[in-house]
């Protein structure tokens, strides 16, 4: 299996076959509007506008799960979005990324990968948050936040993973490697 084998919702509900983005290259982020990572939307419209004509995509999955950092309809945060940040990649439908109502791509990218730590000042303050709602989550791939980043190489396979902590300079160069 690989990511083309799915299925996920538009903004507006529709079936969207994830196999429309075979042979390029994605990012799949979950996002929220309300979050302190939510200025990356800045750093990922500018690898978007930078790399698209090469066959580049960013999905963008809105998530309520982390402190409640995505309020509003799936049709609200576009909205938002478009309006504050000028995203012009994909967002789909608001989903869950964890737990027994997870979205069945982020099942397959989960098991697929595991944590990679968060790094810098952040980890002081997102270590005990996350910790109080998953006492092991140093060893699991669940989610552990707004903003994890999964780069998808043109044959649908994931190739790295991505805490919202980690540098957008890495995931850039990391983009431009499969490119």
């Known amino acids: 299996m690989n ?8 903004v507006k509900g529709n079936d969207v076959s994830l196999s429309e983005y075979a042979g390029k290259v994605l990012l799949i982020v979950n996002t929220a509007t309300k979050c302190g990572f939510t200025p990356q ?8 506008n930078e ?3 090469r066959g580049f995509e ?17 049709e609200e945060i576009h909205t938002a979005c478009i309006a504050d940040w000028a995203i012009t990649f994909p967002q789909f439908s608001k989903i869950d990324v964890n737990g027994e109502n997870a ?18 000042a952040a980890a002081l303050v997102l270590g005990p948050i996350v910790k109080k709602m998953d006492k092991d989550y140093k060893n ?9 980043k999964f780069l998808i190489n043109r ?6 993973r991505f805490e919202p902590t980690d540098d957008m300079k890495d995931v850039r160069k990391a ?3 499969q490119l």
């Open 3 to 10: 990511v083309y084998d799915y299925t996920v919702k538009d």
């Open 175 to 177: 983009i431009e490697e």
């Open 155 to 160: 044959e649908g396979e994931i190739v790295a």
């Open 51 to 53: 790399f698209k004509d």
């Open 103 to 120: 979205d069945p791509l982020y099942k397959y990218l989960t098991s697929n990968t595991t944590f990679g730590g968060f790094k810098g």
């Open 58 to 74: 960013i999905l963008d999955f809105p998530c309520n799960q982390f402190g409640q950092q995505a309020p509003g309809s799936s």
């Open 140 to 148: 699991n791939g669940n989610i552990k936040w707004n903003f994890t």
């Open 41 to 48: 939307y800045t750093e990922l419209v500018e690898c978007y």
